[in-house]
């Protein structure tokens, strides 16, 4: 499956104000964030949508995912049942799982990703059971060399370690990244590694 022309489209900037893409040598590690990059960011988008349908305040539930929710659930310390129920108590989490899973899409370089050979790694903010099963959906489940995801590493981005690990797996090859959060981008210029901003401006963020 590849992204529409629309999608394609909808990309303001993949910000390479670097060496060009015909200068990354064979060695080179292409990482690609999921959410808002590879994929669109579902996540935010399902929360708001389903909290707007409770009759919550999209705004507040929001703010409890950022502020008691999210590391914890992100890093792999609280089970994705109760984080669900955290954020929407006494809905079926079964349920709230289809309705997110239903909810993504491809992202604004998707077919970029999907469409070149270059050795490729994902790294993402995410749960395991939420985001494999979308990369065999959108037929990416070869498409990385390795799959790196929060919950299984116990650490979240814009952590240092994040990006640590990364070049300790990586060893002595270029590594270049590709993430929506400009956070993240500037940490991992800070341990070293090439970092670029992509930029959909049909999805407002809600870090």
Not at 132 to 141: I, K, M, S, T, V
Request: net charge positive; proline share 4%.
């Amino acid at each position: 499956m590849t992204a529409s022309a629309t999608t394609k489209q909808r990309i303001r900037s993949v910000d390479t104000s670097g060496p060009s893409s015909a200068a990354w040598g064979d060695d080179t590690v292409l990482v690609f964030d999921a959410h808002g990059v590879v994929l669109n960011r579902a996540f935010p988008t399902f929360v708001h949508r389903h909290a707007a349908a409770r009759g919550d305040d999209p705004r507040r539930v929001w703010r409890r995912w950022r502020r008691h929710v999210r590391l914890d659930c992100w890093e792999g310390r609280l089970e994705v049942e109760e984080a669900w129920n955290r954020l929407f108590p006494g809905d079926d989490a079964a349920t709230l799982d289809r309705g997110l899973a239903a909810s993504y899409a491809p992202g604004p370089i998707f077919d970029l990703v999907a469409n070149s050979d270059r050795r490729a790694w994902l790294l993402s903010n995410h749960r395991s059971e939420w985001l494999l099963p979308q990369l065999e959906r959108f037929g990416l489940e070869h498409r990385f060399e390795r799959v790196l995801v929060s919950d299984v590493l116990g650490v979240a981005k814009p952590d240092r370690e994040v990006f640590r690990v990364v070049r300790r797996r990586a060893g002595h090859g270029r590594i270049v990244l590709f993430d929506d959060s400009s956070r993240n981008v500037s940490t991992a210029r800070q341990v070293g590694i090439e970092a670029y901003q992509v930029v959909d401006v049909t999805a407002g963020r809600t870090e």
